[in-house]
């Protein structure tokens, strides 16, 4: 027997643990202790390389890592517990898997001999996760787990990235063995992650948008996943071509609001422009997004007159719900780099100006147009205000889900990628709250508010203590109309006006509990208050709740209504006045 | 359009349905068939047939062989989510090389006595299948072949006493010399 005690890379599984994450650069986790963890929780005592966010909810840990993630570029890390701990987390995993968020969760789990025994606190985590991670693994040999810590950074970061969790015995924690540092061997064979797109293709490409007289370039959040480097070249490729461009929730500001091609985001609440767009194109070029049904409202009707291509790296992406006439599987910066060099070769700008009298004329119709009332603040009306009093600033923005969520995406102008969290695919109330504080916990200096809303920001407004804690300055800027307003709006377009439960009888008084939590309360209830108040948000270096109470039955608009295609959008003068005149009736009194 | 309030666009697709034999070449570890047989519940796809084994020990490889149905578009999805999958290394169309060799073996049980148990003996000679038990009043017999010929064995044999059917699924193998 040859003697390892003086071997370095001899040690326990939970000092495995905490080395991977430093050898992955991994500065901070969020996380909370349990049984089946504690283990990892002695090595993270004994260090000071990583640095650990107690948050008070595992759920809240999950958003917060994807909040980190999604401004860094880094992956998102989370430990927790066994049992109820990894359960808590399946949200958040959920959540990343839909907005392709690299997110790495590493869970305790009972003794290898306990496994089966329904346990204390014991759950099957890897079956569970099994669906809402990209991949997943239970190490049941210690001499295992350096290896499959190392697999799990790079599957999360690599080609489409996703949410991946390593479970771990807490035997295997104790139990001794042998570490070894990265290296390319720890990543299963089978998994080549396409990065370069076809020559040939991308060739026909360029000629298809050199002959286009009505093109459209749409976005996604696989720009910004790709890195900054996607989001040069596709401004870039806007230039060099001059064709307009709108972008999906999740692609907002890889290509600048202010830009002059820009046309807003497209969709369900996108602008009239985007979705006219996008109807009446002759050639589309889809970059990182995937033909969700938020965009393309009624699928026998979307864009029926245009060849589509779709650059995506994730091959079952391509051909799901629309079937495109170009699939080029590929990263958006390596395919954007050969497209550019090849059009710049071989092609000119073509002339589209027609097109853009047109595109000019859907503009003009002002859809995101609303009635300003000096009375009651309209939620539009606060986030304008909100984004022209942090313009200039370093600013990241947070949402919850709702009418809020859309409001923030068309009123709130981004300029450059990873700047916009929000949850996209899930549509997860509570996300914004969390995830403000892993973007805040990555950039500790910077101004970063979560646009919430009064019912979703109460899913997870347990984390304002985790705020306090570590002294992260969040800004949560709540538009409290004391509704459900996205299922208000529902019900009132689509179920009669009857409001199911949609109603919060009992609000907090979110000053007062801000003071509980020991943060900063404040609360702007008319028009005029409103600045003043956003400046003193601004310039507190404390966490804030800050309540706007907003006019409650406010609707979020445009709107492609249900079964509807792109050019059958509701606009707001073509519906609001009517149809909330019978919501007044039922008695419901605006704030 | 007709459809009820609701927040999604209810549409049925109309196209026709097909059949496919895909072949997925897999790591064998734990939970791989659990992933596979995931994805084809949580995404609402047919299994008609699935089979599974290790077939290089060494390498530790399995393959896994399922009989699908869906319309074209949801074929191409069912071969590109198994292809995004960490362990999997292959998906093959076995339908769509054109030239593929599917078998499947069943055990079928008949229990009879007189003319019908001689009209059992003499239907599964017809059919090349195999007695492997045999009591005075019972028969199991072995079939190979493909799933049709299976199926018209099957039902030849209910009138004569079918007892029950124990069947693998669909193996499935390209003719030629190339491998997937």
Redesign the interface.
């Given at each position: 027997m040859t003697d390892k005690s003086h071997d370095p890379n001899q040690m326990t599984g939970a000092a495995m643990v905490v080395r991977a994450l430093i050898d992955h650069g991994v500065e901070h986790i969020f996380g909370y202790p349990g049984g089946a963890v504690l283990p990892i929780y002695d090595e993270i005592f004994q260090q000071s390389e990583v640095e650990h966010i107690l948050v008070r909810h595992e759920q809240g840990a999950g958003h917060a890592a994807e909040g980190y993630a999604r401004s860094t570029g880094k992956p998102g890390v989370a430990l927790v517990t066994s049992g109820p701990g990894a359960t808590n987390m399946v949200t958040p995993l959920t959540d990343a898997l839909m907005d392709s968020i690299p997110l790495v969760c590493i869970s305790g789990q009972v003794p290898t001999h306990l496994i089966g025994n329904d346990a204390f606190q014991e759950c099957d985590t890897v079956g569970i996760t099994r669906p809402c991670t990209k991949h997943n693994w239970l190490v049941r040999d210690v001499n295992d787990l350096a290896k499959v810590l190392h697999e799990a950074f790079y599957v999360a970061m690599s080609g489409r990235p996703g949410p991946v969790l390593v479970d771990v015995p807490k035997d295997v924690q104790f139990a001794t063995g042998t570490y070894h540092p990265p290296r390319k061997s720890d990543v299963h064979v089978s998994y080549t992650p396409r990065l370069k797109g076809d020559a040939s293709l991308i060739r026909k490409t360029v000629a298809m948008l050199a002959s286009a007289k009505r093109p459209v370039i749409y976005t996604g959040g696989g720009i910004v996943n790709s890195g900054p480097e996607a989001s040069k070249l596709l401004r870039e490729l806007v230039e060099v071509t001059g064709f307009p461009i709108t972008s999906t929730l999740m692609g907002l500001g890889a290509y600048p609001a202010s830009g002059p091609n820009w046309l807003g985001m497209l969709g369900m609440h996108g602008t009239y422009e985007a979705n006219m767009t996008m109807h009446d194109c002759d050639v589309m070029l889809c970059i990182g997004a995937r033909f969700d049904d938020r965009i393309t409202g009624r699928v026998d009707a979307f864009s029926p007159g245009s060849k589509k291509i779709h650059i995506d790296i994730d091959p079952s992406s391509i051909n799901k719900n629309i079937r495109v006439d170009v699939p080029i599987i590929g990263d958006a910066a390596n395919v954007l780099g050969d497209l550019l060099q090849v059009f710049k070769a071989e092609a000119k700008k073509p002339d589209i100006k027609a097109w853009w009298q047109q595109i000019a004329q859907w503009r003009a119709r002002n859809s995101l147009s609303y009635r300003k009332n000096n009375d009651i603040i309209l939620p539009q009306h606060a986030i304008q205000r909100l984004f022209d009093l942090t313009r200039g600033k370093d600013t990241y923005i947070t949402t919850e889900v709702g009418q809020h969520q859309m409001w923030a995406a068309q009123f709130y102008g981004f300029e450059e990628p990873h700047r916009w969290m929000t949850s996209g695919g899930l549509g997860t109330m509570g996300y914004g709250l969390p995830a403000a504080i892993g973007v805040q916990v990555a950039h500790r200096d910077s101004l970063v508010i979560d646009i919430a809303g009064d019912a979703s920001v109460q899913m997870t407004i347990q984390e304002m203590s985790t705020a306090v804690q570590h002294e992260l300055p969040i800004k949560i800027f709540i538009l409290n109309n004391q509704y459900m307003g996205m299922v208000r709006q529902w019900q009132q377009l689509l179920h009669g006006n009857r409001l199911s439960h949609s109603y919060t009888e009992a609000m907090p008084d979110f000053v007062k509990l801000a003071d509980a939590y020991g943060c900063v309360g404040l609360r702007a209830t008319k028009p005029g208050d409103l600045d003043g108040a956003i400046r003193e948000m601004i310039s507190v270096r404390r966490p804030v709740l800050f309540d706007c109470r907003v006019a409650a039955l406010e609707n979020c608009f445009p709107m492609i209504p249900s079964g509807k295609a792109h050019n059958e959008m509701l606009l707001p003068e073509e519906a609001t006045d009517e149809i909330t005149a019978t919501a007044f009736a039922g008695g419901k009194a605006l704030v | 359009?007709n459809?009820p309030?609701?927040?999604?666009?209810?549409?049925e697709r109309h196209d026709p349905n097909e059949t496919h034999t895909l072949s997925v070449l897999?790591?064998n570890e734990?939970?791989v068939l659990?992933?596979v047989i995931?994805l084809f519940s949580?995404r609402g796809y047919n299994i008609d047939s699935l089979t599974v084994s290790e077939t290089e020990s060494q390498k530790h490889l399995s393959r896994i062989t399922i009989v699908t149905t869906g319309t074209p578009?949801v074929i191409?999805?069912i071969k590109?989510?198994l292809?995004?999958?960490?362990?999997?290394?292959r998906v093959v169309d076995m339908t769509l090389t054109g030239n593929s060799i599917e078998r499947e073996l069943a055990m079928v049980k008949v229990r009879g006595a007189g003319d019908h148990r001689v009209e059992a003996l003499r239907l599964a000679d017809a059919f090349r299948a195999r007695v492997i038990d045999a009591t005075t009043e019972s028969f199991v017999f072995e079939i190979t072949g493909n799933s049709s010929k299976i199926n018209q064995f099957i039902d030849l044999m209910r009138p004569l006493g079918l007892v029950e059917v124990s069947r693998t699924g669909v193996a499935a193998i390209t003719r030629g010399p190339e491998g997937m």
């Open positions: - | 359009m459809q309030a609701s927040a999604y666009f209810l549409e897999v790591q734990p939970g659990a992933r995931g949580g578009m191409q999805q590109h989510q292809d995004r999958m960490i362990p999997v290394y």
